[in-house]
Every structure is written in structure tokens, then in C-alpha cells.
């Protein structure tokens, strides 16, 4: 099995002279191909910091970071852009949709600063919202569309560029219960496809239907290899 995420030694501090936040410190951790993992942890405990870290928005202070393979820590700006397209999809639990464009045209968006010729993206885009279950809503604009189906176009437009790592910070956050499983259920069909995801997450309902939850406590790494029916345990240690 390949290793698609390899952190070693990860640092990240915030701040300068006596005002110092040690965001993470020391973090080690593996991401195999084909994982579905949720990152959990306190507010504060440095899971969102490594999720921004782990999709290349943000540069740890000091350690090593290899995405498939690719040290990815000492690029330049405009090559870990291109990294990031390619190799990265991104759901938030903000939609980030453009309420301008249909939903075909926010899927395509990706594509376009990746230079796929035009037929290319439009074929590709129309796939991506099939597969998330949006074959008639391609037209419609995200005023058009209810919160969890402005979801789903999120959902394509993260994984049109059939990225190595789906990330997905708090995807579920906006969305009510009934709307949440769907959702998940989306996430689940993905990984089953064979795409390694990524969620973090605060709700262990949600971190449940992942297969391995690692969990963060004051900028490390408490457990690395969690299984999700054990998240209450942790959660109330």
C-alpha cells in the first residue's frame, strides 16, 4: 500500500517574541492510499492547523511533509499552487460556490487553472455531478439548490481533478441530521472507489462512519490509529 501523506517532525508556530503558540508540535503521521480517516481533538488541540498544513495552505515551521512522494514543504509558491490543484480536492462546511455560475460551471472552475481543454472539462464536470447524484441540477445556480445539494456540487468540484487526497474540514457542519447522512454517504461511496479522504471533524457521529480516527490534543498526536467506535472513550478521557 503507497503512502499518500508523510509527515515527519511537523512544527507549526504562531506569533513572535513572547507571544508564541506552539500550533503543533513534533507531529508524525502516515496516510496510506485508500484510507478514510478523521482527524478529531478539542478546540484549540491543532487539528485544523493540520489539516491547512496537510493541503499545502499553510507551510509548517520546521519538519518534512511528502504528499505522493513529493516533498512538498520547500516549494515555491506557484508550484505548491500547482500541487495543490492536482493532487488536492477540498470540501468546507462553507459551500464556497460562485452564485453567479451554474453548478456545472463551479465544478469546471478547478479545471480551468489545471489548462484541460474545454470539451474535457465539460464532460468531466458533468460526470463529477452524476456522480454525487445532481444529473438534473446541472443548470441551476446555487440559490437554486438546498444546502445539502450545494454540498454535493462542492463535493464534484473537489474531486473533478481526481486528486490523490479528498480533504474535507467539518463538511457537515451546516447541514442538518437527515442531510448529513447523505452526505456521508457520498463520502463513503468515494472511499470505496478507492479515494484516500481526510475529515476533520468535531462530532464523533460523523468521525463513526470513518475507518480510523486520529486524534489531536495540544498540538500532537494522542492517537494515531483510533477506531471509531472507541471515539467516546477518548473523547471522555
Not at 31 to 41: F, K, Q, R
Not at 44 to 49: F, L, R, V
Not at 160 to 173: F, I, K, Q, S
Request: glycine residues 8%; aromatic residues 6%; charged residues 20%.
Amino acid at each position: 500500500m503507497s503512502t499518500i501523506v508523510q509527515l515527519q517532525s511537523i512544527t507549526k508556530v504562531y506569533g513572535i517574541g513572547d507571544i508564541i503558540v506552539n500550533a503543533l508540535a513534533g507531529v508524525d503521521l502516515t496516510v496510506n492510499a485508500g484510507e478514510y480517516c478523521s482527524i478529531m481533538g478539542a478546540s484549540g488541540s491543532g487539528k485544523s492547523t493540520m489539516m491547512n498544513i496537510i493541503g499545502c495552505l499553510d507551510r509548517p515551521t520546521a519538519g518534512r511533509y511528502y504528499l505522493d512522494g513529493i516533498e512538498v514543504d520547500t516549494l515555491p509558491d506557484n508550484e505548491l499552487a500547482r500541487i495543490r490543484n492536482q493532487k488536492l480536492g477540498f470540501v468546507f462546511q462553507q459551500f464556497h460556490l460562485l452564485s453567479q455560475l451554474t453548478a456545472w460551471e463551479n465544478v469546471m472552475l478547478p479545471m480551468i487553472y489545471a489548462g484541460v481543454p474545454v470539451q474535457e472539462r465539460r464532460d468531466r464536470a458533468r460526470e463529477a455531478l452524476v456522480r454525487v447524484g445532481l444529473e438534473q441540477r446541472l443548470q441551476n445556480k446555487p440559490t437554486q439548490l438546498s444546502g445539502g445539494q450545494q454540498q454535493r456540487v462542492a463535493i464534484a468540484r473537489a474531486i473533478v481533478n481526481r486528486p490523490v487526497v479528498l480533504l474535507a474540514d467539518e463538511p457537515t457542519g451546516a447541514l442538518d441530521s437527515t442531510t448529513t447522512e447523505e452526505i456521508l454517504d457520498i463520502f463513503g461511496e468515494l472511499n470505496a472507489s478507492g479515494m484516500t479522504v481526510v475529515m476533520v471533524t468535531h462530532e464523533a457521529d460523523v468521525a463513526r462512519r470513518t475507518r480510523r480516527v486520529i486524534w489531536f490534543k495540544d498540538g500532537q498526536v494522542l492517537e494515531s490509529n483510533l477506531s471509531p467506535k472507541d471515539v467516546a472513550l477518548v473523547s471522555a478521557g
